[in-house]
């Protein structure tokens, strides 16, 4: 699978929609293995505490887009988180909202009262061997890099 992309006339690149499809799909499957093998640390302190801790345990940090009038503490933590990733060689991929990852996370754990989780970031933890679809991510994304695609696309999660 490469990474398919277009180049417009302002010389920046885009992800086909068709790839931001199969990233969404894999991305579902991979919050629910996290959830199933409780690999998912969900909030944005709890994360940060993560990261500042073991950050060579996080295989993917997930961050839903929040638009530029949205509360500035948030804006703020998540290009913190950002750029602590960025720094540690982990993958973030952004994807378009909260009520996607409601769904998802909801939907594998739905023994425990997950109104009150904190999606506002979620960070997937290693495990001894990654399934096909972590790698899938790991790799869509050292491929946005290489190919600089800028800015990184939001992936719609098809819930």
Not at 74 to 90: M, P, R
Request: aromatic residues 6%; proline residues 4%.
């Amino acid at each position: 699978m490469t990474l398919t992309t277009e180049t417009f006339t302002n010389g920046h690149k885009e992800v086909s929609h068709e790839r931001k499809c199969e990233v969404g799909t894999a991305l579902i499957k991979t919050i629910e293995l996290a959830v199933t093998d409780s690999r998912l640390v969900c909030g944005t302190f709890q994360s940060a505490d993560m990261l500042s801790t073991c950050p060579e345990s996080i295989t993917l940090c997930i961050l839903p887009d929040y638009k530029e009038d949205s509360d500035v503490s948030i804006l703020i933590q998540h290009k913190l988180i950002e750029a602590y990733c960025w720094e540690n060689d982990i993958p973030v991929i952004k994807v378009n909202g909260v009520a996607g990852l409601q769904k998802v996370v909801s939907l594998k754990n739905d023994q425990n009262n997950n109104a009150n989780t904190d999606l506002s970031c979620l960070l997937i933890q290693d495990k001894e061997k990654m399934e096909e679809c972590e790698e899938m991510l790991s790799k869509y994304y050292w491929e946005l890099i290489n190919d600089n695609v800028d800015p990184h696309p939001v992936i719609d999660l098809p819930v």
